[in-house]
Nanobody, 121 residues
Framework: QVQLVESGGGSVQPGGSLRLSCAAS????????MGWYRQAPGKQRELVAT???????NYAGSVKGRFTISRDNAKKTVYLQMNSLKPEDTAVYYC???????????????WGQGTQVTVSS
């Protein structure tokens, strides 16, 4: 079982910045695609950003240019730098780790407990 622990959430004013961190327990961290997802009250969980084992990144259109995902394989940690935060960024942010395995190419997912980000004036 892979354990993921998020940190760095909090409350900020619009235009502010936060950096989220997600520390993973697995010694095989480097082979996983890592991602950040978020879920606002009453809404579906949505993708924010992902980064593959090779360093390729993908961002939701709503955060592109404002957020940056990165990873440090030596520290087994993935980060999400969030700048120019907006009220609509308010959500619980979840760390995700996934990889494909098996004869049918199944995907296994691991999730952190989430960290609250609140952007308000």
């Amino acid at each position: 079982q892979v354990q993921l622990v998020e940190s760095g959430g909090g409350s900020v004013q619009p235009g502010g910045s936060l950096r989220l961190s997600c520390a993973a327990s697995t010694i095989s961290f480097s082979i996983y695609t890592m991602g950040w997802y978020r879920q606002a009250p009453g809404k579906q969980r949505e993708l924010v950003a992902t980064i593959t084992s090779g360093g390729n990144t993908n961002y939701a259109g709503s955060v592109k240019g404002r957020f940056t995902i990165s990873r440090d394989n030596a520290k087994k940690t993935v980060y999400l730098q969030m700048n120019s935060l907006k009220p609509e960024d308010t959500a619980v942010y979840y760390c995700n780790a996934n990889r494909r395995y098996g004869v049918l190419g199944e995907v296994v997912d691991y999730w952190g407990q989430g960290t609250q980000v609140t952007v308000s004036s």
